[in-house]
């Protein structure tokens, strides 16, 4: 704390005193208990615990180890598309495409297979394939003036497409064993790869996001793209590179899913664009832009989890999920705006 300090002279005898303001400047605002409980990300804790214990008390096999470390697997493919997707919106850009991205990158390496590529040299055509997918998201978006949201809702289409396209009725199987490793393997017969790989790629996003010059400028951009041009950011360079990224994160996503089911199916990821939005966006990310943190998308990624993974264990149709999802995305996107407009009313 600093306290402010003022100097006086005496225009009589000329002795400088100095005097002490009432007035004081905080280096850092004061931790309170109302600020802390008041975040977004506390709340979602807290509704993470409550999910969690009552899992565990409503399901006797839902706190077993093995069934916890099995859970992740449901939605460790889907958090490491929305770690990109986060970024994105922020940015005021949103990516529809991902599901679509993931299916084709899928068939990229199962044509791979086919053609004889050595089974490491997957991962790379699924990054590549990811990476050319959100590439040609990009341009359109940033050199051709195009909205993301129309962009991206055609190539989804256009990329599903050529996939099924390939695949016709049927399926691509016999992938190598390294994929299986990745898709369904453990560390130490106890912590899944796939969930290992999230949380580093997590700690990745919210170093870049929170402690970076880029992660400045992308929060920068959200909050007013037009003054973060005239202050000399790249916009569209940072736009695009945040749509490539989102399509590379969607191949090494195709890479672990279709290791960890062994085939890649027509369908493979439908829906998924959803489930991923949702995410992101009851992780507190503003569907506005400019707001958002990689913590508070890791929380939201923990919960969607819990929940779905208690509601499979209870025998509880997938459709009914489905809903569920819908309406946590329909209530986090709805309830900032009704918070806010009961504020303005006051």
């Known amino acids: 704390m600093n306290i402010m300090t003022m100097t006086a002279t005496n225009p009589t005898t000329g002795r400088t005193s100095a005097t002490t303001s009432r007035y004081t400047i905080l280096d850092r605002p004061r931790l309170q208990v109302r600020t802390v409980l008041g975040k977004w990300e506390t709340l979602l804790a807290l509704l993470f615990v409550v999910a969690f214990l009552t899992n565990g008390l409503l399901l006797p096999t839902f706190l077993d180890p093995y069934n916890l470390a099995d859970g992740t697997f449901n939605f460790s493919e889907k958090a490491l598309i929305a770690l990109p997707m986060a970024l994105l919106i922020i940015c005021r850009e949103i990516d529809i495409s991902v599901a679509g991205t993931l299916a084709l990158s899928s068939v990229a390496m199962g044509l791979a297979k086919g053609a004889g590529f050595p089974p490491a040299s997957l991962l790379f055509v699924a990054l590549a394939t990811g990476t050319l997918c959100g590439t040609l998201n990009g341009v359109l978006v940033t050199r051709f ?202």
């Open 145 to 346: 003036g195009l909205p993301a949201i129309v962009v991206t809702i055609g190539t989804v289409s256009l990329f599903r497409g050529l996939a099924s396209v390939v695949l016709g009725d049927k399926a691509f199987t016999g992938y190598p064993q390294l994929m299986s490793d990745w898709g369904q393997g453990y560390f130490f017969d106890v912590i899944p790869r796939e969930f290992v790989v999230l949380l580093v790629f997590a700690a990745l996003f919210a170093f870049v996001l929170h402690a970076t010059r880029w992660g400045r400028r992308i929060y920068a951009i959200g909050n007013n793209p037009v003054a973060a041009r005239f202050s000399g950011i790249e916009v569209d360079r940072y736009r695009l590179v945040l749509f490539m990224l989102t399509g590379a994160m969607a191949g090494l996503a195709a890479f672990l899913l279709t290791g960890r089911i062994g085939s890649t199916r027509p369908n493979i990821a439908m829906g998924w664009e959803l489930e991923v939005i949702t995410m992101v966006i009851l992780g507190g990310v503003s569907i506005a832009g400019g707001a958002g943190t990689i913590g508070g998308v890791m929380l939201a990624v923990l919960t969607l989890g819990t929940v779905t993974y208690g509601l499979s264990l209870a025998n509880i149709p997938g459709i009914y999920m489905t809903i569920v999802i819908g309406l946590l995305l329909l209530v986090t996107i709805a309830l900032p705006r009704l918070l806010r407009g009961k504020k303005v009313a006051k």
